[in-house]
């Protein structure tokens, strides 16, 4: 085997780096944004690492025709196409209905899971899935490629190719915790057990945080009885990209548009999707409460919330959208005035809306209840320009990096989080500046290429 910091790279990821759209009947690509894609796009642009996603929409299907290769924007990724039913139950059911859930410790468990004929026949579909990205890596990676295998939806991916290509190294990286063992057995046994087997076929497993690594150790000694090879390691967004962005038309049109709307009043921001696990409605409850006792800050304050939605196949999803909006519209019956909405929700995902927010806020609020990482609140501090202050749960992956310089709050403690957005919307300048710094060192500390090289160097540790 070569060595693999330097072999030819495989990416294997359900969501690729290119996503198409249909315009006047064509499709045309978009750039995912993130510190994934921009962390490894360079590697793909070099020739050095091809990329294999699953096609996710009409037009990614009709772009990747007829050799299942898509391009643009300087980048070539191989699509994986799947019929609308195999795709629902290994996306929807599988993917983002059981193993997110189990992973963010989101189950209601006097309602959910609740397991059938019909969920067993998704749980092949999931299984299926993963044999085709397989069968798609024994066929194109190059000899002695390094395979970096992405997240929850392919924990399968090494097991089914395993036999077939002995030259290969496979590096699996989950982007969401890791649940422990006491939420692991949520799965069914034989299920859990696939899952962990699949993990511990790849040389190395990767987490952001040696939390989730722990747990992942935790459960493959509980439940399979042997020690698992793991590393953490934290990704970063480009801040070269995102400062392009900020430097763009787009954005700089966005930043008008919300000095307008803000004007001179202190702005509470958040950017995410709108997802179970961000902890959205009780963000927004919070608030309420701070309004409720402090008369002062009425007309004084605006929380402005860019969350857009996602995964809408999932009925969970669609209410907690629903949830989401309907928190937003109490805090303004119950406090706003014509002169003054409290809160100004968005749902459309505009991306340089965001990094505007993200630059302009006084407070930025990410309080999800578990979260792998959460790249907003290492993006936030680096685009920021008014010594704003973080307010971050310490549920999230990145919490541990950031600690000394944030708002700590437990996500589900309604007081606490409306004492920290207080805290920070008093603090005095001298205080913002000092914490707003520190907290710009320690997003800098690491770019997305240093995750490349860990997971490349985790490779390298285990080959043989
Ligand atoms: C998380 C997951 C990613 C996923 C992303 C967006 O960050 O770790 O794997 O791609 O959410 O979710 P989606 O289901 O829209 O791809």
């Known amino acids: 085997m070569q060595d693999p910091s330097a072999a030819p790279v495989v990416i294997v990821s359900n969501r690729g780096p290119l996503s198409f759209v249909t315009e006047a009947g064509r499709p045309v690509p978009r750039r995912g944004s993130g510190g994934l894609v921009s962390g490894l796009a360079p590697l793909v642009e070099s020739g050095r690492a091809s990329w294999i996603a699953a096609a996710m929409s009409e037009a990614d299907r009709a772009a990747a025709r007829p050799d299942g290769v898509a391009t643009g924007e300087g980048l070539q990724v191989r699509l994986a196409e799947f019929d609308a039913d195999l795709q629902r139950r290994y996306y929807d059911e599988v993917s983002n209905s059981t193993l997110w859930f189990t992973h963010h410790g989101l189950f209601d468990r006097v309602r959910a899971p609740a397991y059938d004929a019909d969920w067993r026949a998704s749980w092949d579909a999931y299984r299926r899935v993963n044999e085709v990205f397989a069968d798609l890596v024994v066929e194109h990676a190059p000899a002695g ?170 009925a969970d999803y669609r209410r907690y959208r629903d949830e989401v909006v309907a928190a937003a519209e109490s805090v303004n019956q119950r406090f706003g005035n014509p002169r003054w909405r409290p809160v100004e929700l968005a749902e459309d995902d505009d991306f340089p809306r965001s990094v505007a927010l993200l630059q302009r806020y006084d407070v930025l609020v990410v309080n999800p209840i578990r979260d792998g990482l959460n790249l907003v609140a290492k993006e936030g501090p680096a685009l920021n320009v008014r010594d704003g202050s973080l307010l971050l749960s310490t549920e999230a992956g990145s919490h541990s990096e950031l600690a000394p310089a944030v708002d700590s709050v437990f996500p589900f403690d309604l007081e606490a989080t409306a004492d920290a957005m207080e805290r920070a919307l008093d603090r005095d300048p001298a205080a913002r500046s000092r914490l707003a710094g520190e907290l710009r060192e320690l997003v800098a500390r690491r770019t997305p290429a240093d995750w490349l090289s860990d997971q490349l160097a985790a490779a390298g540790e285990v080959a043989h």
Request: aromatic share 8%.
């Open 145 to 314: 490629a390094t395979v970096l295998v992405q997240d929850y939806h392919l924990t399968l991916v090494a097991a089914a190719a395993r036999g077939r290509r002995d030259d290969i190294s496979f590096v699996h990286f989950h982007h969401t915790p890791f649940a422990g063992p006491s939420d692991l057995e949520v799965l069914p046994p034989e299920v859990r057990a696939e899952l962990l087997e699949g993990l511990l076929a790849h040389d190395t497993c990767g987490f952001h945080t040696e939390r989730w690594a722990t747990n992942y150790r935790d459960c493959v000694r509980r439940f399979i009885g042997t020690d698992a090879a793991t590393f953490a390691s934290t990704l970063n967004s480009d801040l070269q990209d995102l400062r392009h962005v900020a430097s763009g038309p787009a954005c700089i049109r966005a930043g008008a548009e919300l000095d307008q709307l803000v004007g001179d009043r202190m702005l509470i921001a958040r950017v995410d999707r709108m997802e179970l696990s961000k902890n959205i409605v009780r963000g927004f409850d919070a608030y309420g409460r701070l309004l409720e006792r402090r008369r002062d800050l009425h007309g004084r304050v605006v929380f402005v919330a860019a969350c857009y939605p996602s995964r809408l196949g999932v």
